[in-house]
């Protein structure tokens, strides 16, 4: 399960580690969930305006990115809900595709934000950390 401040640092930068865990995404060697909520929540951030001033896309490569990211992604509909369980609304919604989905780990920039989850047999790791784990 990706974060969306994975998506958007993948976006930022080709050097880091989100870029190249997407770039494991576009090789099939890892597969993202993704509901449709956190789906439009990675469009809505990387169209707006001071997001595609940083990356240099327009809205047109953003649709592209998102039609690209579509066909990698395995949805999951969300059955059953566990709010509140994190300080952020939109941390919950990573967290609820996670255990629908029943992901291996979150994928984050901010592990600390999904500390109190750990009883919840879920993994939350960096992408630098899910990198080197998954590159040979």
Known sequence: M???????????SRRGASNALLRLVDARQVT??????????????????????????DLDDVAAIMRSLAALCEPV???FRIRPALRDADDEM????????????????N??????????GLEVVSPGAIVRRLSP
């Open 2 to 12: 990706l974060d969306t401040n994975v998506i958007v640092a993948a976006f930022r």
């Open 32 to 57: 993202p969930l993704c509901s449709t909520a956190l789906f439009l929540e990675y469009e809505a951030v990387l169209s707006r305006a001071r997001t595609r001033a940083i990356t240099g896309h």
């Open 77 to 79: 509909d969300i059955s």
């Open 94 to 109: 990573v967290l609820e595709a996670a255990l629908n989905g029943r992901a291996d780990a979150i994928v984050t920039h």
């Open 111 to 120: 592990v600390r934000d999904f500390g109190t989850i750990q009883n919840l």
